[in-house]
């Protein structure tokens, strides 16, 4: 199933199977039939009927603003969904000891693939010794923590050590990086993380969809007022394989350029121009094959995967363990 990116203003109508995008000067047209997912970063009207065909369809239309900023989601009517499940993942976030160990795998998972990543680098010639073993003691002490709060303290020392580490990465001038800055990114690195961040948890949310998981019961994130946090748990496993060498391709390959960027009184944003080029970097990744046994499979597979081995952990039939980098 294949993800579709609009970055045309325009009016999103329906025609029997297949959707149309009436833009100034013509329109285009795109069949429904392996679309699963609809990003849109541009202005463009639809109407009820559109969102009728999208539920049928089961579609999720994921809405983004002229800075990149993520608006909201359109999610079809639960297809997959399990009252059983839910009730399993209700369970697990009520209980203290089930929480805090399912959360504890996905910052182990995090800080493993943080430290993979570096590794990469370090073999290709980058001074990352330090950062490295500094993650390691991070591993060896999350099981000291005993409570959530805790391990949100630990998990965020440790990428912060971990995003320092990316001066020695990045090769390129004007994407010097001091601190991680989200509402607003306050430098140009900050802001091509918040945008893959924002794209990587939108991908999750589709994966999500088509389980029998209920995006809306998360283990580290709070399951409050948030509309989705499961997604957020899982893509914390997978940001350095999607986002983070997306970025690291995009700007030492000078795809991304100090001119891709504008600053307002909101902050530090890429153009529309760079965004597409980053969709596109990030989109290739997740759909680039690699040999799994004796087939082949597309990376964005990883992520069902993972979201099937929480389904069997919760379930009780197999202890989770999260994907970790084989880079």
Known sequence: MKRLYIFRNGVLKRSGNTLYLYYEGGKRSIPVTNVSEIYVFSEVEFNKRLLEFLNKNRILLHLF????????TFYPRLFYASGYMTVKQAECYLNPECRLGLAKKFVEGSIRNMIGLLM?????????DDAISILRGRLENLGNIDSIGELLALEGGARKVYYMAWNRIITREGF???RRSKRPPENRINALISFGNSLLYRVVLGQIYRTRLDPRIGYLHESNFRSFTLNLDVAEIFKPLFVDRTIFNLVNNRVITPRDFHNDVKGVFMTSEAMKRFVK?????????????????????LIRIELYKIERHLMRDEEYRPYVLKL
Do not use: C, I, P, W
Request: glycine content about 12%; charged content about 45%.
């Open 65 to 72: 603003d002229y800075y990149g900023h993520y608006v909201g």
């Open 120 to 128: 990469y680098y370090r073999r290709k010639g980058r001074d990352l």
């Open 176 to 178: 010097g990086f001091d």
């Open 281 to 301: 970097e990030f989109n290739d990744r997740l759909e680039a094959t690699f040999r799994s046994g004796k087939r082949r499979m597309k990376y964005e597979r």
